[in-house]
């Protein structure tokens, strides 16, 4: 069985979708929890994941409340589509890479430092399964994601013997009220749950997957 009682988890996005669902799995299998998101809400930490400063700042309190973080899963991030790839404006490919590979390098920056002084942690990123190849109106979004994909590979060569595991998942479509607004007529039964996905991210978060670096795991549910 997993247990994260003692661990420190910081999650990025918590105020969203899946981030509450991962943040409530951390914390059923006895995790502290520290929330990170943009929004202001109970309970959250506000950071800003454009700002590495903002992502210090915010470390350094989870860092001096608890001593310490053994766990970080990126999860903030967004998906934008339309503009063929002779199309896209400079504010789509920023903001796409922005919030989500730019989030990744910088809470990296900030959390990295503190794990390898520990000689000890996990990192989980998510990626997405469109990032494995280019898909029609999506450049900006699947370029995002694929760099994911490759900051993970490269964190994990540079952090392998350190303690530190750093692996992605590649999760479909997530069932998420924004994309069952946005795609009305799917079949959202094919979709993936949060909460699944909350527990494969907590299984390369735990000891079980100390032998595993640098994966990309698809996580398909049945689309």
């Known amino acids: 069985m997993i247990d994260f009682t003692d661990k420190v988890v910081v999650v990025t996005g918590a105020a969203g979708a899946l981030g509450s669902a991962v943040v409530a799995n951390f914390e059923t299998l006895g995790a502290k929890v520290a929330g990170l998101d943009i929004a202001e809400q109970p309970g959250i930490m506000h950071c800003d994941l454009f700002d590495p400063e903002s992502c210090v700042a915010a470390v350094t309190r989870v860092c001096d409340q608890y001593a310490g973080i053994d ?6 991030g967004g998906f934008a589509m339309g ?15 922005d919030l989500n590979a730019g989030s990744v390098l910088h809470m990296a920056q900030a959390v990295v430092p503190a794990m390898l002084q520990a ?3 996990k990192i989980v990123n998510i990626a997405a399964r469109a990032g494995l190849r280019g898909a029609a109106g999506m450049g900006a979004y699947v370029a995002s994601k694929s760099v994911v994909i490759r900051l ?11 303690g530190i595991n750093v692996n992605c998942v590649l999760p479909s479509i ?17 979709w993936v749950a949060p909460a699944s996905l909350a527990g494969v991210i ?14 990309a795991l698809p ?3 049945l689309s």
């Not at 993970?152 to 350190?162: A, Q």
């Open 71 to 76: 766990i970080l899963v990126n999860v903030a």
């Open 83 to 97: 503009e063929a790839v002779h199309e896209t404006s400079a504010g789509t490919w920023q903001l796409m890479h």
């Open 119 to 121: 000689r000890a942690g």
């Open 152 to 162: 993970t590979e490269t964190l994990s060569e540079e952090l392998r013997g350190s």
């Open 174 to 190: 997530i069932d998420t009220p924004a994309n069952r607004a946005a795609m009305p007529d799917a079949d959202f039964r094919q």
């Open 202 to 215: 907590g299984f390369l978060a735990s000891d079980l997957a100390r032998d595993v670096h640098g994966a």
């Open 219 to 221: 996580v398909e549910g």
